[in-house]
């Protein structure tokens, strides 16, 4: 019977308090949620992506040559040791006929780098192909597909395909970045699919291999990336001598026939030359008997006229012959590539980058909002406590023990604090990870997340919650069972009242109004409570700083970059090997009226490690330093200094220099695309928010490369840069032959606003739940502050104070503690938000470091319009107190 009813009690304390209970269940709710799920997606992201590539066994690494990989090529990559797989196919650039759009046509793989048939079939025959499944909404099955006739399609057997299935790449991850090509408009739109047989071709132009060692490694471990280095070490040393050896083999027949092409002339020459003398023996003994008949005359013309037609023969004989010789000099070695998964596939290592930044905010955000909610309802259950001392009182001289009473208290926490942590934990394991996910593949063609349960992090949220519930609910009540039944039943002693030092300040202390003096005196009287409303407004305010603040931060990206900082629309790379000629009709196109301006710079990709991964820098040298500010603004971020080329020394942008741990003065080394280094002095650092780059002038690249300076390309601007304007000036720039690939700042754009896309809607699932906790705390720590004072705030009702002024009696103090959480709030915010950006961006991006007003009057004003709406609440609340009732509590 006594358990029954000590069950009874149990449950009407949850009842009974409904408006408690809900709170620590929505504050434990919401911290597990936001730790649980942060902590879970990005290891959900990369699970999804590796089951992918596990699935469609992408291969470790690919091998790619110039001029295709001949018997001899293939014999000895198949050398190369610890192989599980490998795999030889071709691939062809080609020229969607009417359009400017290029897609990478491959031979089916049979085992490596498989891919996924999302509709319709796998190509059979020679004139079918599968088509990238982005296409499905421009194409449908049973259309025709027709590429342009030209030198990369001459590879395949037909330039006339049906579109028989629609298919998704292992190595093409990313929706926007296919890569560079050499026609349409110098970039990739896309990939297809044909049989091997579509190919005419007799040499492979790729190689997939696969490596036993790195079957069970996950691909995402450390473990993984050395074992991999060292097996793309080991095949490049293997091929190290093969350009030279298939040089030599691709000169040989050529040269031998070229050879006894020469010696057949020879010979010729030297007969001819024999006729010759021939001849002029013979007219000269006519000479001596003259006359010389008629037809003996026509007979020596005619011979004369075969021997200097036969010598002009062999004259354009052996001009052709020194052509082909110069062209087969000039005919350089292969060039022999080995990617792994981060180099060959565009989106391998940004999907990877976007999983880490998930993790790196996880160990922030969440763990702030959790410790805040963690904190209140720490207060909330020790108030819980506190308020049930009476019947504590009751329950000892009912004769139950203190374990059984203790009872009471830790089922009411254990089910407040674990049913929330419960709803958290399923939540964070489902929603988040499915928002984080959904956001960060609006730009890569990943889909079906694989969710998975992380027991780690479940059992350390559970552990968490419910000791911020149980330990303080399990000391105070045995902290109170110290007491006999009859001092139980005696309320505690309020705090005394004493001196503040505001009251010490008599100019200040006499000209406040009683009731300021009584909230100065209760904010000093209440301490603990004070700095509980102090830190959950701050802690709050705090986390919207930083959510708006990184929103704030990434939101700008595209406009700086390209607004204010690169003024030029696209790069022109011109081939190494061009003649004047060649290069004076591109000048021709750039001087154009489709053009604004152009300037000729020397452009080279450099690179630095400095312990952590090796960072690759575009170098740019203008022809006249003078002209580069009408493409590109150097100045300094924080003081918005306009920065000059001159002397000797470099400017470099800012994210590098913070990387690299550089300042002005400071010398830096740097590896060339032939790893020789080079010693540049930093002369100034340059705002930048994408990509690293070095700038110099004409002299001092001169100076530090020991080169002169020779143009390979040129900065240039569009009078009309529309997307569409921007394609067909990229594909007429592609068609001329000096034109070696074409950089257009729209891709950049494109990248930083698939990447804001990511973060802005993870930052507003972040923001939201910091919103609520915002409301579910400072609602928490106002009923709590009216549950302590309730006796007092019925007496001055009692006095005669208006249901108004009894309101703002008491909620003076938590808009005043407000203000000072906000202003530590902006502090704390700041903080977080510079912690976090310079985790969340990747090497080659750099976020906007500061806070903008805007960010912090917007904190400000949710967080105070939280405390003010609850006003209302608490100002009915007031009304309906039952004075008396209030008052004879304590007997």
């Not at 190369?80 to 795999?87: D, Q, V």
């Not at 409303?533 to 990184?550: N, P, R």
């Not at 594909?731 to 891709?747: E, F, H, Y």
């Not at 549950?787 to 005669?800: A, D, M, P, Q």
Request: aromatic letters at 10%; hydrophobic letters at 45%.
């Amino acid at each position: 019977m006594r358990k029954k009813t000590l069950n009874k009690t149990i449950r009407r304390s949850i009842t009974g308090s409904l408006g408690r209970f809900i709170s620590i269940f929505s504050l434990m709710l919401l911290g597990v949620f936001a730790f649980v799920g942060l902590k879970v997606s990005g290891p959900n992201m990369r699970a999804t992506a590796e089951h992918f590539y596990k699935q469609h066994q992408l291969a470790d690494l690919t091998v790619t040559s110039t001029l295709g990989l001949d018997a001899s090529d293939q014999a000895l990559i198949r050398q190369a040791t610890g192989l599980k797989n490998i795999e030889f196919g071709n691939f062809s650039d080609v020229l969607v006929k009417g359009s400017t759009q290029s897609l990478r046509l491959f031979s089916q793989p049979e085992k490596l780098s498989t891919y996924a048939l999302m509709s319709g079939k796998m190509p059979q025959a020679d004139n079918e192909i599968a088509l990238d499944y982005l296409y499905e909404k421009d194409y449908k099955l049973g259309d025709n597909l027709q590429f342009t006739a030209g030198k990369e399609s001459d590879l395949l057997k037909n330039h006339r395909f049906k579109i028989v299935g629609f298919v998704k790449s292992s190595e093409y991850v990313d929706k926007n970045n296919f890569g560079p090509t050499t026609i349409g408009t110098g970039k990739l739109s896309g990939y297809a699919l044909v049989p091997k047989t579509a190919f005419k071709s007799d040499l492979y132009t790729i190689a997939r291999l696969s490596y036993r060692n790195l079957q069970e490694e996950s691909m995402y471990d450390q473990t993984y990336d050395t074992k991999l280095e060292k097996h793309q070490k080991a095949l490049e040393n293997l091929l190290k001598d093969q350009p030279a050896k298939r040089l030599a083999d691709l000169k040989s027949a050529p040269q031998a026939q070229l050879n006894q092409a020469q010696a057949q002339l020879d010979a010729q020459k030297i007969q001819l030359a024999s006729q010759q003398e021939q001849l002029k023996a013979q007219k000269a003994a006519l000479a001596e008997r003259l006359p010389i008949a008629p037809q003996v005359q026509a007979q020596l013309e005619a011979q004369e006229a075969q021997l200097t037609q036969a010598q002009a023969k062999m004259e354009s004989a052996q001009a052709e012959l020194k052509t082909n010789a110069a062209q087969l000099a000039a005919l350089t070695a292969p060039i022999y590539t080995v990617n792994n998964r981060k180099e060959g596939n565009p989106g391998y290592q940004s999907f990877v980058d976007d999983s880490t930044r998930i993790d790196r905010l996880s160990n922030i955000f969440p763990v702030v909002l959790f410790a805040i909610a963690l904190l209140v309802t720490l207060t909330t259950m020790t108030r819980f406590v506190e308020e049930e001392r009476s019947n504590l009182g009751l329950l000892k001289a009912l004769g139950y023990t203190n374990q059984a009473i203790r009872k009471k208290f830790l089922v009411y926490g254990f089910v407040s604090s674990g049913s929330g942590a419960l709803v958290g934990v399923i939540l964070g394991h489902t929603l988040l990870p499915i928002a984080v996910f959904n956001a960060y593949t609006a730009s890569s063609t990943f889909s079906q997340l694989r969710l998975t349960f992380s027991l780690f992090w479940t059992i350390v949220a559970f552990a968490i919650a419910l000791s911020c519930s149980l330990l303080p609910a399990y000391w105070v009540v045995r902290s109170e069972l110290k007491e006999v039944p009859a001092g139980l039943f005696l309320a505690k002693v309020p705090k005394a009242g004493s001196r503040i030092l505001l009251e010490r300040l008599p100019f200040i202390w006499n000209r406040l109004a009683f009731t300021y003096k009584v909230t100065a005196r209760n904010l000093f009287r209440y301490k603990k409570r004070m700095l509980m409303t102090i830190f959950g407004v701050a802690g709050c305010t705090a986390l919207l700083v930083m959510g708006f603040g990184i929103r704030d931060s990434i939101s700008g990206l595209s406009s700086r970059q390209f607004g204010s900082i690169l003024h030029y629309d696209l790069m022109v790379l011109e081939k190494e090997q061009s003649t004047a000629k060649q290069k004076e009709a591109l000048t021709e196109k750039l001087d154009s009226t489709e053009f604004t301006g152009h300037l000729p710079i020397v452009f080279e990709s450099l690179s630095h490690k400095n312990g952590g991964e090796k960072q690759q820098i575009s170098l740019i040298v203008p022809q006249d330093s003078a002209d580069l500010s009408k493409f590109v603004s150097l100045q300094n971020r924080q003081s918005g200094k306009k920065l000059l080329l001159k002397g000797s020394g470099v400017v470099i942008t800012e994210k590098l220099a913070t990387l690299m741990n550089l300042k002005v003065g400071d010398q830096a080394e740097f590896l060339d695309s032939e790893n020789k280094k080079h010693q540049l002095q930093i002369a100034g650092v340059t705002e930048m928010y994408m990509g690293h780059y070095i700038f110099m002038t004409k002299s001092a690249y001169a100076q530090a490369f020991d080169e002169q300076f020779t143009p390979n390309a040129q900065l240039a601007q569009l009078k009309n840069p529309t997307s569409g304007h921007l394609r067909q000036v990229s594909t007429d720039l592609m068609s001329l032959p000096v034109v070696k690939g074409i950089s257009q700042n729209s891709d950049l754009k494109t990248t930083i606003n698939s990447f804001m896309h990511g973060i802005n809607s993870v930052m507003f699932v972040l923001i939201s739940c910091a919103i609520l906790l915002a409301i579910v705390v400072i609602y928490n720590l106002t009923n709590i502050n009216v549950s302590e004072r309730i006796r007092e705030l019925s007496t001055i009702k009692v006095l005669g104070f208006y249901d108004r002024e009894v309101t703002f009696y008491i909620y003076r103090e938590t808009i005043f503690l407000s203000f000072i959480g906000i202003g530590s709030g902006f502090l704390l915010g700041a903080f977080f938000h510079h912690f976090i950006i310079s985790q969340l961006a990747a090497d080659q991006i750099m976020f906007a470091p500061g806070l903008l007003w805007s960010n912090l009057a917007l904190s400000a004003l949710i967080t105070f319009a939280t405390t003010a709406s609850l006003a209302f609440v608490v100002h009915f609340k007031l009304k309906a107190v039952d004075m008396l009732g209030a008052l004879k509590s304590i007997d």
